[in-house]
């Protein structure tokens, strides 16, 4: 079993910065990919960006491209994303998965184990 944990979230204005977290316990070992997904009211759960456990490739989605930055600090098994430049669209809850089978996958079916989730709103 694997437990994720995210926080971090809060109220932030339009433009601000905020960092979240992700810490994984139990089986991190079986980790091979991580992911941030995020849900706003009505809408379904969408892909945010990816890191692989071991670093490297890190895709995103096109909406935060070049706005967010995801990482993991060398031994770590915490995962963060960075938000810069926030726009009020990407309020939501944002969720933190992990992927045993890797592949860095962009769809909810191929993560194995959700955090509860944090949520963060952008006032404009």
């Known amino acids: 079993q694997v437990q994720l944990v995210e926080s971090g979230g809060g109220l932030v204005q339009a433009g601000g910065s905020l960092r979240l977290s992700c810490a994984a316990s139990g089986r991190t070992l079986s980790i091979n990919d991580m992911g941030w997904f995020r849900q706003a009211p009505g809408k379904e759960r969408e892909f945010v960006a990816a890191?692989?456990?071991?670093?490297?490739?890190?895709p995103y989605a096109d909406s935060v491209k070049g706005r967010f930055t995801i990482s993991r600090g060398y031994g770590e098994t915490t995962v963060h994303l960075q938000m810069s430049s926030r726009k009020p669209e990407d309020t939501a809850v944002y969720y933190c998965a992990a992927d045993l089978s890797g592949g860095l996958g962009r769809t909810v079916s191929e993560y194995n184990y959700w955090g509860q989730g944090t949520q963060v709103t952008v006032s404009s």
């Open positions: 890191i692989s456990w071991s670093g490297g490739s890190t």
